[in-house]
């Protein structure tokens, strides 16, 4: 029974497609196309979307290139320079310091050998002017003989006690001369005054005398090693 129900169900469906064929649309609807006009001049540029803006210009056409970055100035000197000089500067500093050091040495040696030199020159110094007032007392004591009682025929004894007296007085002298210590009596050669060496203890006119020269000496003076460590003292010629 049910073939034969499904053979009248099919045969009924073929006729039916028959009778009936199945038309197509005659025309196929798509929704319009849009088309954009090819620019004429420049060149064609693309660009890729993403998600990512951390790359996207802020400002300017948004087709131009990124603009370059700039240089960085450094806000400080180079470190390694900076060291060179302070080197350098500390190098300055401690040859300035040699220099000083060798010239304050130097000074030092100069005047280390002035003081040592001076030292073993005036050492006698307090001695000699001590000594200088021993010497005025033999000179006054062979001044005080007469030049008639040692010409011949005279006081033989006192002929030889001034000879005596006078030979003391150059070995004396002589012995002072070796360190140092010489008489000098600006009176004999009518040297000019000096106040340096001399001692003026009075001043009268002298006809023949230039003045400020030394005509008499009342006391020779005396140097120890070129310093006066007596003056002489002198008459001094005052014309005018």
Do not use: C, W
């Not at 497609?17 to 929704?31: A, D, V």
């Not at 005047?111 to 040592?116: A, C, F, I, L």
């Amino acid at each position: 029974m049910i073939p034969r129900s499904l053979l009248r169900h099919s045969s009924a469906i073929r006729s039916a497609l028959r009778s009936h064929p199945p038309t197509l649309p005659s025309r196929l609807h798509l929704p319009p196309t849009r088309i954009f006009p090819v620019p004429t001049s420049g060149a064609f540029t693309s660009r890729s979307y993403s998600s990512d803006t951390s790359h996207e210009p802020t400002t300017g056409d948004p087709a131009s290139p990124a603009a370059p970055e700039a240089e960085t100035v450094p806000t400080s000197e180079d470190p390694l320079k900076k060291e060179v000089d302070a080197k350098n500067q500390e190098i300055i500093d401690l040859k300035d310091k040699y220099l000083r050091s060798v010239a304050d040495f130097r000074n030092l040696q100069e005047r280390t050998k002035r003081d040592v030199a001076a030292a073993r020159d005036f050492a006698i110094s307090r001695f000699a002017k001590d000594l200088v007032d021993s010497v005025d007392n033999l000179d006054r004591a062979l001044g005080t003989v007469p030049a008639e009682k040692l010409a011949d025929g005279g006081n033989a004894d006192l002929k030889n006690l001034y000879d005596g007296l006078k030979m003391t007085e150059r070995i004396l002298m002589q012995t002072l001369g070796k360190h140092g210590l010489e008489r000098f009596d600006p009176g004999e050669k009518g040297e000019r005054f000096d106040p340096n060496r001399h001692e003026a203890t009075f001043m009268t006119k002298v006809e023949g005398k230039d003045d400020g020269s030394v005509f008499m000496t009342q006391q020779t003076g005396f140097s120890l090693n070129g310093r006066v460590i007596r003056a002489a003292k002198v008459g001094v010629v005052k014309n005018t």
